[in-house]
């Protein structure tokens, strides 16, 4: 079975500082992996993902992802975060050959300070 | 396109009681998913279903049932409401053509006193 695990549940970071959020996942099947963020009172919205090709991925607000299968991460970067950023990021993986059900990790909170 | 819509958005239950959440997506996808959202416990798959008639067990189905009479619609039904089920209750869709994208709907919080 396949299992996430995100290794900091908060991560407080000051505005225009790089972040780094850890995703690591175990499973024993090709996979595929996303990042999803959650702002306040809302439902998940897709920031990215890997499917197959490039290890490096990117989103349209400045983050990216880099798949690395040697040691099963799959981590989330920004080089300079904004106060709007701050929200709830879920790393989550789903198994080739599967239902396309989503496992996830259990959040990351990214707090933006000024 | 409205998306993934959910009714009701917030609703309180006593212990014993039954209710059924619905779950409509206006973008004819095939599959069809429930989670639960639990502080510090991410997302967790409770039932999914990959077509009109059918539905699968998830990672937590115990309490819960589905229904997938339309393609558009999902029902999740709890037939006696415990404490343990308070959560954030998500409904998503996936089409084959949607490139590995499920969409959310806004969610629903349920208490159970």
């Known amino acids: 079975a396949q299992s996430v695990t995100q290794l900091d549940s908060q991560v407080p970071v000051f505005e225009e500082a790089p972040v780094e959020l850890r995703c690591n996942y175990s499973?024993?099947?090709?996979?595929?992996l996303f990042w999803y963020v959650q702002y306040p009172n809302q439902g998940l919205q897709l920031l990215l993902k890997?499917?197959?090709?490039?290890?490096l991925v990117e989103s349209i607000n400045g983050f990216e992802a880099e798949f690395n299968k040697s040691q099963t991460s799959f981590h989330l970067r920004k080089p300079s975060v904004h106060i709007s950023d701050t929200a709830e990021y879920f790393c989550?993986?789903?198994?080739?050959?599967?239902?396309?059900?989503?496992?996830f990790g259990s959040g990351t909170q990214l707090t933006v300070l000024p | 396109n409205a998306g993934v819509t959910q009714t009701p958005k917030f609703r309180v239950l006593k212990t014993g009681q039954s209710m059924t959440l619905l779950c409509a997506q206006d973008?004819?996808?095939?599959?069809m998913y429930w989670y639960r959202q639990d502080p510090g416990m991410g997302l967790r798959l409770i039932h999914y279903?990959?077509?009109?008639?059918?539905?699968a067990k998830g990672e937590v189905p115990d309490g819960y049932n589905v229904s997938r009479l339309k393609k558009q619609n999902f029902l999740l039904g709890l037939e006696s409401a415990a404490p343990s089920q308070t959560s954030v209750y998500f409904c998503?869709?996936?089409?084959?053509?949607?490139?590995?994208?499920?969409?959310f709907g806004p969610g629903t919080r349920l208490t159970v006193t």
């Open positions: 989550a993986v789903s198994e080739s050959g599967s239902a396309r059900q989503l496992t």
């Open positions: 279903s990959v077509g009109e008639g059918t539905t």
């Open positions: 890997y499917l197959s090709g490039s290890t």
């Open positions: 499973s024993s099947v090709s996979v595929y």
């Open positions: 998503a869709s996936f089409g084959t053509q949607a490139l590995w994208e499920q969409y």
């Open positions: 973008m004819n996808h095939e599959y």
